[in-house]
């Protein structure tokens, strides 16, 4: 039996689920705010979205508007998002070497 | 020519959207600890790179030029925007732009209604997922642009309710949604039902986020994200793309965990947070107590303040919002710096729902240069305090107050806190006697251990400070 589109998709969409849980239980409380702003910068992907929207049809001219719109919103998110993040973490990295002798030998 | 067919053929798409999503679940394994963070957020933005480029590669793709102009709007005003943000700004950064990628899902939503007519011959279950994504990204959208407001203090702090009716108008606001939503799966092509839809969705956003007081912002703040992402793996699989549902999904298993986290804290199930509440508790006690005694504070001087804190053997600093709005945290770095010189062993205590958002004091003190191995959670805080001589409050009032522990009637009853009054004794900066942001009154100031500095934090650490170095 080949699996339709929707249940390959939902399998894809419970597998992630529980892969996301997995991964982001281990992340202490300090790192919390950079770990949502990286989020934050992960759903940002639904800028795909709009480009493919845009990209395969985006007929008529408020359509055009409307999706250029949704592109901006994506990509501020994205691009906004990893690079407050790394800023925040660079703080974070920023003081561990001269803390412990034993951290990453760089 | 072959090569250009590989590399626009839907399997080579695929397989780079297959890349994207495990450098994503690759990166964010980095952000279990600050060493390896740095590194796993790059990875991830990598990902997100890759994932962009196949979506190019996507055979049929057009309007480039619009393409181009969206992403260079959104890079022109999201790069400075992170740039320049300060890091006690960021809670409203962060609400900013899970609002825009809200803003994002429901306007693809809307357009995919239009270009097909009112999903006309679209298959029933990505109508769904479309509506589905079209509501819940409104809402994270118009929440997420409220709970800047507030943050950013465009908008008053303070809850704005309906009162009693707030509940039973959102459910309406709700059921609005559902009803155009239901209408248009069932067949209806009227553009006016899926404007309705948004309309509804939009305003239940505001009326949500609205009620929400200052210290209920991190669990709100957490809702918004995982609505984000989970709109997001919807429109996912109404696109069938495999790189946004498994992004969406991670983001709204982030978002959800991050909820319970910070609703646990404070001991508040997130329908209570949402249908409102906290602040608008009535404030119980002026300066009497429950049974009529008469309380007084005890105000000291930057100078006794230092000198109290000099004659301990380990200091513990209480920080919350009221640092992070008086930019206090590198004046709490350098005296921390002097009381460890002078051999004083220092940590910083912090509760999971110190600030606006989760994690918001670490993130000011990991700018000040503090420690990572200095800044303690609630439950290895807790376990010494009771060899800690001084305990430093600055700016943090709910979470240190004892009536979560022992007055069953208190609003906070049962939210895990801060226990400082286990300390030798405890200093506390605050701007005034007004009550906190919560209006909960706060037995610990009218402690016979507790001394109160009054003033603004930065000012009022500024003086300690110069005294530490005078000694």
Sequence with gaps: ?106 | MILGSFLQSENFVYVLYIVAFGLFIYGLSGLTGPGTAVRGNRIAAVGMAIAILATCLKHGMGHWALIVVGIAIGTAVGVPAARQVKMTAMPQMVALFNGVGGGAVFLIAWVEFRESHGFDGVATYITIFSLFAAIVGSVSFWGSNIAFGKLQEILPGRPITLGRAQQFVNLLLLLGALACGVAIAAGSHQEILMIGLLVFAAVLGNLMVLPIGGADMPVVISLLNAFTGLSAAATGIALNNPALIVAGMIVGASGTILTNLMATAMNRSIPAIVAGGFGGVVTTGGGADDDGVERTVKSTSAADAAIQMTYANRVVVVPGYGMAVAQAQHAVREMTKLLEEKGIEVAFAIHPVAGRMPGHMNVLLAEADVPYEQLKEMEDANAEFGRTDVSLVIGANDVTNPDARTKADSPIYGMPILNVDESGSVIVLKRSMNSGFAGIDNPLFYNDKTSMLFGDAKASVGEIVEELKAL
């Excluded at chain 1, 597998?15 to 934050?40: C, D």
């Design chain 1, 1 to 106: 039996m080949i699996a339709s589109t929707l249940t390959t998709n939902l399998s894809i969409l419970v597998l992630a689920g529980f892969v996301g849980y997995a991964v982001i239980s281990k992340v202490p409380n300090t790192l919390h705010t950079p770990l949502m702003s990286g989020t934050n910068a992960i759903h940002g992907i639904v800028l795909l979205g709009g480009m493919l929207v845009l990209g395969l049809s985006g007929d008529g001219t408020l359509n055009k508007i409307l999706l250029v719109i949704a592109v901006a919103f994506g990509t501020i998110n994205v691009v906004g998002g990893f690079l407050v993040t790394d800023r925040m973490l660079e703080m974070f990295k920023g003081r561990k070497p001269r803390r412990d002798a034993e951290g990453d030998p760089k």
